[in-house]
């Protein structure tokens, strides 16, 4: 049996913030439109959901399509509804929002990007759509996962020393951490674990490198 309906039926997109971690400045990936609307100005990836596809999926395709990014986790974070978001016509989109250590990143634009690029989210350009509110939300949600969870390793890279994760989650989080207590905290965990070499910074001790036992597990602590 077919339906007919005779309202009209909003569009529906995705858009993405990618966080990374840059000299202790937390940084978000952003696309420069070809297309209009906004043509010229800085948004985040993201594009509409086809017919046959799921929004997940919309997701992960409009992030390699536009950016060069791909294979890493998404997780849902807010769908935004105001009727006045977009010029174009009514559209919902749903966001997503993902961690990646920068040395992992190889970025290039794309389909409907004329650049690409990472921005400091304390200074970000003038943004098309509403996407300054969607890295705000973003962000509160990232800041507030790290107290309770240890999402915050998943900015690291491969290896990585006690001192660098500890400047990382005081960066993110925005407030300092007893190094001693920081650290009895993280070894706890049981989820990090000695990789056998140390790193040589200047005239400080070598630190010993760590490296995560599982990448893909992010715990929930409290």
Known sequence: MSYTYDYPHPA????????????????VLLIQRKVAPYKGQWALPGGFVRIEESIDACAGRELEEETGVKGIFLEQLYTFGDPNRDPRERVISVSYYALMPLD???IKPGTDSADVGWFDV???PTLAFDHEKIISVARDRLTAK???????LM???EE????EVQSLYETVSGGSRDKRNFRKWLLALGIVEETGEKKVEGAHRPAMLYRLKDKTDVMIIK
Do not use: A, H, R
């Open 155 to 157: 900015f690291m890279p």
């Open 122 to 124: 304390d200074t970000l």
């Open 160 to 163: 990585f020393t006690l001192s």
């Open 12 to 27: 529906v997109t995705t858009d993405i913030v990618v966080f990374t971690v840059e000299n202790d400045t937390l940084k």
């Open 104 to 106: 992992d990143v190889d």
């Open 146 to 152: 790290m107290n309770y969870s240890t999402v915050g």
